[in-house]
């Protein structure tokens, strides 16, 4: 737009009004939405040139670049109005992609974004173990101490070998980038696979334990009426769960994303509550006057305490390690400088956790606490806080560390999945950042997938948790040994002691990967190992369509097809009327090659059919089809199909009238001739099927 | 086509080869499917135009009228196979229009077509009025076989009243066209609405009847173990009915209709059992042998034998009457002369009726029965006939009779649908005649709504039966009340007796209906009475549209539409590619006012799409609309309206290209803009959504 333009426009107002100039005034339209009109001034040749842009409320900018305003994502009839302010109040106003943050965070912050996960598996990992041992009697859940103990030697390594990725990956390593960087695309797509899971099944865990801290502070105090049997379908359970999710996948709609401050409250509250209730508890085995608040009820012994079981507890305690690899995840969100900030979170994230979980185990088995319908944790709560406020708190910050917990998965999910897609292995949809710029639809699916399986496992933590920690070892491993692999190619300062490090890590948990899959195998732990090899051909299939996609689309400057095609064009009529005249009138418009077919189920009506062209479309050449079999679709299609086999190189247009009735029960009055066309179609790579529009009147 | 063109089409292959006019061979698309090649013969100047019919196998005829054979209504793809073949086998294979087979009905073959839904009422009336008396003790319902008699003197008047509208209505007087006739249209629609009603009732009650044949006569056998709590949802009554349901429904959609000879056989089979029945049960009443089967429980007295209750038992059992009007309605269907058989069969069809319902109520309340599991008529049968084989084929024939009843009510509602269609109160779907040449749309709907009524009323005859009776009686009083209007308006010859015949008719059952609607309106009448004034709006409704329509569409030939539309067209592209370059194409072809739009997400793509379209379609205008909010179809139907109100006479076409997915899965890895389009501009009368399909390979 030049100068001289936009001082006619502003000054449009002002001009000296002649007559305007009809025929240029207006009439065409115009694609880039401006308005123009000639003017004759009154001076003799003085000619003016009236421009506006009517639209600019919607479209800002001219000449073939515009801006679409928010005006112009306006909703236009009711039901999309109503939707839209749904929309609005439950996930906020859309922002514009500038409108982003991002927030860095300082190490306490990032302690309780990327930290909670970790954190909080001390309160469900010494319960998972005890459930196993719980067949051989009170005596063998002693053993769950020494049990938590070796799980916090094997996270000490994790950890050191985690401190390792987050030097090498600052970009931040996550097991997909890391194995398919060192160890190929196939190891990077089954570390993807198995994160996917891994965070549908840190959602799940960590609602269903947030639910149980509730639902056993109801149960203590006295309100445990509320608590529907565990085996009915819809416990108290399985509803708290999915209102959590339903809260979180929201907020996460809203794009809470990261949002550090708020995360902070229950992380911290929680670390401050586990330690008192620490230091108060192990005075008070010193002083021998810890007591459970209940006596725990006497186990038959079913089983003797074997390997095997003890095995398989420690496969089950071993969920507490879940969460460790976030923190390498994200070590682009720290404040500089990045590794070492995140390489000091990792390390307190871990000393946290190894404290927190063998001092609950410890307590719990100094205690003889028998895992029932209240968890472990709020069992030690009970006893060392008592009957008071204290324990309340202590449960509410439990329930609020959780839900956090299942945040990290949100923040995860979605953005792998973007990735994946990103890299054509996940549908493109995962790429889409909704209204407030969060990956939607990764945040539904997560949100969904992780509602199904609560419902499916009835809210129930200890069984669910037989499907976690295969994911989150196969991680463990596959990072592990692709940085090995990494530090042996990259051969940098200190590679020995690095390489060192990390094939401890991939030993170690490589082995216990072993353990876990063998010990959980026969108890949910298959549907992961089946799973994780199963996505993988479907990342493979999705790849291969768009790439197969992309290579047919592809433009090759040597074959450009013919710039127009051939085309034929039928008029299906049942009648000669307005609505049936209207769509000859548009086919006329668009080909000059057409037939008005009359496909006639009454021969009786034949003749005024055919009167009725001769008057009103004399220049259309009508042919009829008999349908003694009194259907109208099937001759219709074979009739199409052989006037498209006669040249196949020509394209058929079917057009014909449709009727836009004024209510919608209306529609149930006419035949479903234009459905029935437009579904035989759809997969016709020559025909389309136009719907011309004839408004009914009220 | 001339006898010179079949000879040469003929001698075609022994043509003298010339070379073959290239420009005229094929090249065309002929609208009539012909096929015509221009030769030059050896001899110079000789020209052969060849002429074929290549798709004669699907098409016959020539020149713009062509008939579809068969072949031309076979499925294309490999699901429409698989209906299509189970329709085959279900429905059997379709029938031309010319293959209707209209079969006169001697007498004895109409008493059991039109007959059997009266006569059969007679199993199930006499329990009717039993079930309401039972409240006031064991004596009160000796008042059964008071009840019966007077109904029976009313049915005589009825009969007699219709012989007369036979007489009137030789063409088949059903109460809609009576009515409509002689007391206007609103009394037709009444009339039309209370059958429809009706015969779903029908339908309902017999096959409910029926399926308590079954169920009593297993629970005699001992195998009442079958007989799932009457108040389960699903009890064998109610699956038994459907199961009938679904085979009548299936057998109409076949055409059985009127096959006077299948139904003959268990009308006989009834008719001979029952007669057989009573003549040995009065031998044994005389004789004094005749006991029940087993004793009748005594009953305790809950109220008092009050004049309310016997009309209550009287309105019940009124239900007898059900079924007298279906001879009037099928006047035509009698061998000649029509009149006199009809009255004849009327006759001898009102006698038995009367014989069997007194007869039955006689027995019974001889043995002073009591309504149980077992039906009523099943315990006079095990009383007379013992427990043995004749009790059983009673059973099965009183089964087979109420089938044939229910069948009744499928040739009528069908065809009274089919009438008010016609007449433009119903939708015109009720109007087309399936494979079968049955109306197949009323078929269905009456099956599916006396399915639903058999399921919410558990299979329970003494519930369902408190809505039947009502409509008949409507229509009783309808059609007499008509008559004597008629015979008023014509005073032909004895008009004065008919008058009186038909007078009496109508107060004797306007006075019924008043009984019965006020005496079973708390017990579920109310919901007819509701419903018939409830249907008649709708009736107007509906017509009121297609007049509405038809008005809107009529040609008024000073006002012709242009025969062309001004045209714009929009087509949005994601990228160029060989898809959106077909797109492209395809606009060009159809107009030549076209803008090129690309919605950009990406603000970094732009230059790329600017320059490709420079580069491969310089010849369009491309413009640009950023969509800050990253939401593509918003911006899109904002831009397509606003271009729209720019010069609302243009039509906007949308031209887009559509992948057609080789398998169904790959649909979800594209976008739904398409879909999300076509959704949008579904009611806009000024824009057209065009898909250009364009295939991706394998």
Redesign the interface.
Known sequence: MTDQNKQDIENGNTLPTGSPDKDSS????????T?SQRKTGLRPGDIYVRKNQ??RS??R?MR?????T???????NRLAKGLRMLKTVFIGR?????EEVHERLSKTKALAVFGSDAISSSTYATEASLVVLMVAGNNALNVSFFIALGIAVLLSVVAFSYRQIIHAYPQGGGAYNVSQQNLGQMAGLFAGAALLIDYVMTVAVSIAAGSLAVTSALAVSGHGGWVFPASSFLNLNVILSLVFIGLITLGNLRGVRESGSIFSIPTYLFIIGLTAMLVVGIIRVFTNTLTPATTPPALPIAQPLTLWLVLRAFSAGSVAMSGTEAISNGVPAFKRPESKNAATTLTVMALLLAVFFVGVSFLSTRMSLVPGDQSIVSQVALAIFGHNAFYYIFQFATMGILVVAANTAYAGFPRLASVLAQDNFM???FL????RLAFSTGIIFLGGLSAFLLIAFRGNVNSLIHLYAIGVFLAFSMSNTSMVVHWWRSKGEGWKTSLAINAVGAILTTGVLLVVAITKFAFGAWIVIVLVPAIVPLFLL?RA??N??GE????I?SN??????K??VVVPID?????S??A???A????K?I?V?HIATDTDR?GKVQQ?MK???P?L???????????IV??L???V???HK??SG??I?IVLPE??TAHWW?R????RTAEQLTD?F???????V?????????
């Open positions: 207006g009439q065409k339209v115009n694609p880039d939405l308005f009517p639209y919607l479209f900018g073939g670049h515009l801006v679409a928010p005006q112009s994502y306006a909703p236009v859309p922002l514009f992609s500038r549908p493109h949809s889409h950042r909704g209204d999705v369509h768009y197969r996609v047919q689309l592809r433009l400057p450009i097809p013919p710039s127009t095609i085309q034929f009648d000669v009327n307005y609505a005249l209207r000859m009138s548009f006329r418009t668009i080909c090659d037939v077919l034949v009725k008057t009103y479309a220049d050449e009508l042919v009829v089809v008999e349908s003694p079999l009194r259907s099937p001759p299609l074979t009739y199909n052989a006037l006669q040249h020509t394209f247009s009727f836009i209306e149930f009055l006419h035949n035989a759809k997969k016709h790579p020559d025909v389309a136009i719907l011309v529009p004839y408004r009914l009147q009220k």
